[in-house]
């Protein structure tokens, strides 16, 4: 009995709930780090690798003040195991601009980023509208703190723990806890 | 080992359950599969950095269009400007995906059931963005409830981009207002709230209301005033031939009036709000709370509604007032010695506090402290008075609680003066020194008299025990494991 919990110890270990769906995603970034008005910016989303998608959309947003979104969208091209795209910020030094993406896989399914359960990759991330997520496209004349309380702006510590991050360490301490009270019997 | 079976079935079914519901963010929503759809077609506009942001001016005419209905099946009506002959129409260019054009849309919708019962308004929304599912689209429309016209640019995924060259902006959501003659009124990028797409349109419409709204009901979600609850939440409902635009709400109650503003829920579409009670007037009361309404259309006309009233009664919760805390440390106080009690209540309301000492002079003195309150505890602090002569072994004081609900506890505290000189011991001591945990340290401006407090209350201190307690408990399980072992 012992070996089977053992085993199922191991399985969960595999059993990430993040890596469940994850588009295997290892970074999400932009630069230069510090936008102005005029800058071309350029977003570089890498996976570990892109075999299995088939398009990737990101959506630009004014977040505040004035929230709407730009139109056309920008597509991003596929470069070995990165999707990058180039833009201009429309955006002046009092506004504060964001984006999210959406990866559509060759199975036609999608996923959106960033979303509740996603990591923010270092970046600041903002909710400007229930659900929707933008990563924030830092200007040094607007930090974080400017951000009306309709928005909110996440660490930018990557290694803090989401909820399902915490599941996964729980659930294989929980079952060691048990092995070992079991032993004590 | 049965046990051991099971709790490693229910970990399995927990880490698979987990799994899932950390997939249930995935769209599974299928693309577009519509054979007219050609996403890559390079005529198709794409995000230009350079562009100016353009809108029509007003004042132009509105160019034809071609768009087909979205929900057309696999062979959707074609329909053209002509369709709005002789309406004003209201049309928007939105995306499934656009953050803003989902705040919008309540509003939207308030406006459509403003104005197109006069048949002379329209709407029609396009969804502008070709790369997006019809499945997201769809999604949008049922969501927010769009009874009106809805499209996408068909046209546009053809190859012919006419339609976002005409109206495109560079942003959405973009709205645009027409006149009976297809003169465009109003173009703007964003939404800024219902009242000025009101006002627009009440200029370009035919009819004046001159009527005034009329209070159709009132609901609430009164049960009983309780302390945790001391509030109403009124829902009122009222009618207007354009509709209503704001409601003022006046309660009065015990002759205290509330008078408040009570928003527009775009989901139940009423006007509510939470009237809250002052629980030390409401506590004595029972009785009608009687409800006046102003309601205001949007051609500012007025009707007063009075008179609703609503037969309301406060029910204290049934808990008995409950010492949780009790302090005491010797102070000098003006020459005289004093002992400096703290004392903390648990209970939702208490009515009356009165403390009752009988001094080192036997005389009895009753007073009423003042209480600090946070959420349901309250903390007395007070000196009890005696002088450096005294013979006492014994100081005893009476502390009488009375909650709203009737509840009354009268406790005892003898206060045990240990002094090597008194041969006199406390007759009614219950604990020894040792029960008591939080006697506090003396400072320099105290006596150095020793002083132990003896009580007949129930537990003490029990917010700080319980976490050691908690871990206490989990060690030892743990360690009587270990010596089964």
Redesign the interface.
């Known amino acids: 009995m012992r070996d089977i919990l053992c085993f199922l110890i191991i399985i969960s270990l595999f059993v990430n709930p993040t890596s469940g769906v994850s588009s295997n995603i290892t970074n999400v970034e932009y630069n230069p780090k510090n936008i102005e008005q005029g800058n071309n910016v350029t977003i570089i989303i890498s996976f570990e690798n892109i075999s299995e998608i088939k398009n990737v959309r990101s959506f630009y947003c004014r977040i505040q003040p004035d929230y709407l979104c730009h139109f056309p969208i920008l597509q991003l091209e596929p470069l070995e195991n990165q999707y990058i795209t180039t833009f201009q910020i429309k955006e002046n030094s009092s506004q504060i601009a964001g984006f999210n993406f959406e990866i559509i896989f060759n199975n036609n399914t999608s996923i959106k980023y960033p979303n509740e359960h996603s990591d923010n990759f270092g970046l600041t991330i903002a909710e400007p509208a229930e659900g929707i997520y933008y990563y924030i496209l830092s200007n040094e004349n607007i930090s974080s703190q400017n951000l009306t309380s309709s928005l909110y702006s996440t660490s930018t510590n990557t290694t803090e723990l989401s909820q399902s991050e915490l599941y996964f360490i729980s659930i294989p301490l929980l079952m060691i806890i048990t092995i070992k009270n079991k032993e004590y019997r | 080992?049965k046990k051991?079976?099971i709790?490693?079935l229910i970990?399995?079914i927990?880490?698979?359950s987990?799994?899932t519901?950390?997939?249930s963010?995935?769209?599974?929503?299928?693309?577009n599969a519509s054979p007219k759809l050609d996403y890559n077609n390079s005529n198709?506009?794409?995000?230009?950095?350079?562009k100016i942001d353009e809108l029509v001016p007003i004042g132009n005419e509105m160019l034809d269009f071609k768009l087909y209905d979205f929900y057309g099946g696999s062979n959707p009506t074609e329909f053209n400007l002509s369709r709005y002959d002789d309406k004003i129409l209201i049309f928007d260019?939105m995306?499934s995906?656009?953050?803003?054009?989902?705040?919008a849309m309540p509003e939207m919708v308030r406006l459509y059931e403003l104005f197109h019962h006069t048949n002379e308004v329209e709407f029609i929304s396009i969804g502008?963005?070709l790369?997006e599912s019809d499945a997201d689209l769809d999604n949008f429309h049922e969501a927010y409830d769009m009874v009106w016209d809805f499209s996408r640019d068909y046209v546009g995924a053809m190859g012919d981009s006419t339609f976002w060259s005409n109206y495109?902006s560079?942003?959405?959501?973009t709205y645009y207002i027409t006149d009976k003659n297809n003169t465009i009124t109003r173009s703007e990028?964003?939404w800024y709230g219902i009242e000025s797409y009101v006002n627009e349109i009440k200029s370009l419409i035919s009819i004046i209301d001159e009527k005034s709204p009329t209070f159709v009901s009132m609901t609430s979600d009164y049960d009983h005033f309780s302390i945790n609850n001391p509030s109403l939440l009124i829902e009122v409902d009222a009618t207007d031939n354009f509709g209503v635009k704001s409601i003022i709400g006046t309660s009065e109650y015990n002759g205290i009036k509330i008078e408040q503003e009570m928003p527009y829920n775009y989901q139940t579409k009423k006007f509510e709000a939470k009237f809250k009670y002052d629980i030390n007037e409401l506590y004595e009361a029972n009785g009608d709370v009687e409800f006046t309404f102003q309601i205001t259309d949007w051609y500012g006309n007025t009707f007063t509604h009075e008179g609703e009233k609503m037969d309301v009664k406060f029910i204290p919760d049934n808990d008995f007032p409950e010492i949780v805390f009790l302090s005491a440390k010797e102070v000098l106080n003006q020459n005289n010695l004093a002992i400096n009690v703290v004392l903390s209540v648990r209970d939702t309301f208490i009515k009356n506090t009165t403390i009752t000492e009988i001094n080192d002079l036997g005389v009895n003195s009753t007073y009423f402290p003042t209480s600090i309150k946070g959420g349901a505890l309250y903390k007395y602090e007070f000196n009890l008075n005696y002088s450096l002569n005294t013979n006492l072994a014994c100081y005893s004081f009476f502390i009488n609680l009375e909650d709203i609900a009737g509840n009354k506890i009268n406790q005892n505290f003898d206060i045990e003066l240990i002094d090597p000189s008194q041969s006199l011991n406390c007759q009614n001591s219950i604990y020894s020194s040792n029960d008591i945990s939080n006697i506090e340290t003396e400072n320099a401006n105290e006596s150095e008299t020793s002083l132990n407090t003896i009580s007949n209350s129930a537990p003490i201190n029990f917010y700080y025990v319980l976490p050691s307690l908690i871990v206490f408990t989990s060690i030892t399980t743990?360690k009587k494991?270990?010596i089964?072992?």
């Open positions: 080992m051991l079976k709790t490693s970990l399995l927990l880490i698979t987990l799994s519901i950390s997939q963010h995935v769209d599974n929503t299928p693309t198709y506009p794409i995000f230009d950095s350079e260019l995306a995906w656009c953050g803003p054009c989902r705040d502008i963005d790369t495109g560079g942003y959405i959501p990028i964003g743990r494991l270990s089964k072992n």
